[in-house]
């Protein structure tokens, strides 16, 4: 072989090995944002084998990122500021992270009806059971292909009120708002913002019309108050998909998708996985 042919064959060689790994480097990582409502992104190790990870007992979500692998964790908005560890299934391994604290925005709402701050116990033994089968939902641990994390936006409009908001109802304090709430008309239509399967498709007391979505990974999306359910329980969607439309059922003041991302049971900051979203 010439010199020149043997470059060739070298050089030809690498360009392969190239175009290989740019098929394994699709993944999409949001940044890490290591704040009570933001996600832990940590690498957990290298090579063929996914690497089992959990952040406080539960299985996290873990993506590979050219040859390494990402654990991509959901820090919980009741977590303590402080040193966290994240622990390696079958291993006394762990690796150490610190949470800094963050200050949210305070809001006072007041609604018209007490409906919806002092409860019947009809309502109240209503709304046990919905808090129930959505806790279960959005802890819900699947497996299948690759994870994606570059959310579409699934409704145009404004943000209307921010996720970790501290709010107020009629003077009494209620939890942080655990999502975004993105104004559109009524009758907008809502889509799917990666491939997934229905686990909830319900009317609920607080949440009005409402779905759940699983991901796989742990990573779980949810959308209230919406006009029209365009999907069922058990259905697969697939990115892009119209899954409903934009309404103010349940405790609503107005049209608007209050949209939830829960990872490793915990609600994040949605905006982490839109490339192109930006903070207000
Ligand atoms: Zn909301």
Redesign the pocket.
Known sequence: MTKLLKYISVTTLFLASLVLHAGETATFLPESRLVPGGVAVIKVGEGKKRPVVTYKGRKILVTKNGDKWFAVAGISLYDKPGKKYLKYANRKKSISFVVKSKKYKEQHITLKTNKHVNLSKKDLSRHKGEKKRSGQALTRWSESGQPDLKLLQPVEGRYS?PFGLKRFFNGQPRRP?S?L?IAAPKGSPIVAPANGTVMIASNFFFNGNTIYIDHGYGLVTMY?HMEKLSVKEGDTVKKGQLIGLVGTTGRSTGPHL?WGVALNGSMVDPLIFIESGEEK
Do not use: A, L, R
């Open positions: 009120s708002h999502g709430d209230c209050h």
